[in-house]
Structure formats: structure tokens, C-alpha cells
Nanobody, 119 residues
Framework: QVQLVEAGGGLVQAGDSLRLSCTAS????MGWFRQASGKEREYVAA????????YYQDSVKGRFTISRDNAKNTVYLQMNSLKPEDTARYYC????????????????WGQGTQVTVSE
């Protein structure tokens, strides 16, 4: 069983930045999802195990950056120019390497970390 632990959420103002992190040992492709209150879960970003290929939802392109440090078993989501509509609980997810990064099916999930962006 893969354990995923997210960190880095918080309350910020519009225009601020946050960096989320997620630790997971093993050779996994990683993704970030988010779910706002009363809305469906969204696939936000993903990165392959090698870190060479990424995926971003259109609404976060140019503002969010996903990266990973395999020596630390950690994937990051750098979120800049945050907007109130980015408010959601953010979840880290993992799956064995092999599927294209745009595929949103994952096998393992973290508990999530709350990101709240005020006006």
C-alpha cells in the first residue's frame, strides 16, 4: 500500500503563492487533483516518474508548476498568482508508471490539503 502525505496548504490572498508537496516512495507517476465544495473533482496537473513529461489543466497553465525530486520521494505543486477560484481541497495521487500523463486514473490517494484563496 502506497502512503501519500500532502503538505503546504493554507489561507492566502489572491495573487499570492503556495507550494504543495507530496511524499510517496516508489516508482510512480504523480498527479494533483482538487475538489471545491459542491463541485466535482478536477485533474489539475501530473508528472511522469522521470519528471520529463507534465500535464496541466487549462485553467492553471502558466500559473502552476509541477515538479519532483525523486531523491526525496517528493512531488511539488508550485501555485502562483492564486485566484479565489483555486480554493479547494488538493489531493495528491499516484499510479505505477506507464500511462500517459493526461490520463486521470490513479490508484493511490492522499488525504488532501486545503487551499483557500481570499479576495
Amino acid at each position: 500500500q502506497v502512503q501519500l502525505v500532502e503538505a503546504g496548504g493554507g489561507l492566502v490572498q489572491a495573487g499570492d503563492s503556495l507550494r504543495l508537496s507530496c511524499t510517496a516512495s516508489g516508482r510512480y507517476a504523480m498527479g494533483w487533483f482538487r475538489q471545491a465544495s459542491g463541485k466535482e473533482r478536477e485533474y489539475v496537473a501530473a508528472i511522469n516518474w522521470a519528471g520529463s513529461t507534465t500535464y496541466y489543466q487549462d485553467s492553471v497553465k502558466g500559473r502552476f508548476t509541477i515538479s519532483r525530486d525523486n531523491a526525496k520521494n517528493t512531488v511539488y505543486l508550485q501555485m502562483n498568482s492564486l485566484k479565489p477560484e483555486d480554493t479547494a481541497r488538493y489531493y495528491c495521487a499516484a499510479r505505477p508508471a506507464g500511462k500517459p500523463v493526461y490520463v486521470s486514473k490513479y490508484d493511490y490517494w492522499g488525504q488532501g490539503t486545503q487551499v483557500t484563496v481570499s479576495e
